[in-house]
């Protein structure tokens, strides 16, 4: 197995299942020591833990609500004192509801907004100042931005915000040789994208690929450890979307 990750260090938000869980597991397996960020989920983030640490590897779980400006600061803060500095931001922490323009309500606005845009956002400019030299910021959007999908609006334009500010930190940071990447996966098998689902609903979404299926946790996490990697110091301002060739 590839350690072209050894010696980094590495924060994931919203790390403690799903997607971001196979992100800290991979970049673990790659070599990187890895900040295993969460907000409620306290026992699932331990586990994330124990299984890094069985594997060989070196993690630690922080709380944190990357909605709050102050929380990530002190994420920031805990992650680099533990770990000595910080060569790797993947900002996935995110939340998702569907519901009309018409319907959302000022509260679901604010909400989606904080996580999605003010999370990533100050998530980033911590990122500007405190990541090595060298260092990778990947952000995550959605392959729902490209499409015309009704119930999604504010979803979609928590996630166009995020792919703008990928390619405008992109130019402000490359003097220190970071990276600024964005990945926009398809519906992927996770508990968040599962719940509320029929097996009908199911099996339209897994159609749209190019495959017939949804994509894997696993499949995600292969794309942020190769942005992540050196082999990528010449791509930055990009949104990748791993999607499986979604129609």
């Not at 971001?20 to 833990?49: D, F, H, Q």
Request: proline share 3%.
């Amino acid at each position: 197995m590839s350690n072209n990750l050894k010696g980094k260090i590495a924060l994931v938000t919203g790390a403690s299942r799903g997607i971001g869980r196979a992100i800290a597991e991979r970049l673990a397996r790659g070599g990187a020591a890895v900040a295993i960020n969460y907000s409620n989920s306290a026992s699932e983030a331990e586990k994330v833990v124990a299984a890094i640490k069985a594997a060989g590897g070196d993690a630690f779980a922080i709380q944190a609500d990357v909605g709050r400006v102050s929380e990530i600061v002190r994420l920031f803060d805990e992650t680099i004192k533990h770990f000595g500095k910080l060569d790797i931001l993947v900002n996935n922490a995110g939340i998702m509801f569907t519901k009309p323009v018409a319907e959302t309500t000022e509260a679901d606005f604010d909400r989606i907004f904080d996580i999605n845009v003010k999370g990533t956002f100050f998530a980033c400019q911590q990122a500007a100042t405190r990541l090595a030299a060298g260092g990778r910021i990947i952000n995550f959007s959605s392959s729902t931005t490209a499409r015309f999908m009704p119930t999604y609006g504010a979803y979609v334009a928590t996630k166009g915000a995020v792919e703008q500010l990928t390619r405008s930190l992109a130019k402000e940071v490359g003097p220190r040789g970071i990276t600024v990447n964005a990945i926009s996966p398809g519906p992927t098998e996770t508990e968040l994208f599962l719940t509320g689902k029929t097996p009908e609903q199911i099996d339209f979404f897994g159609k749209q690929s190019s495959f017939g299926r949804l994509g894997k946790p696993a499949e995600i996490a292969e794309v942020v450890a190769f942005l992540a990697s050196d082999e990528c110091s010449w791509i930055s301002g990009q949104n990748i979307r791993a999607n499986g060739g979604l129609a």
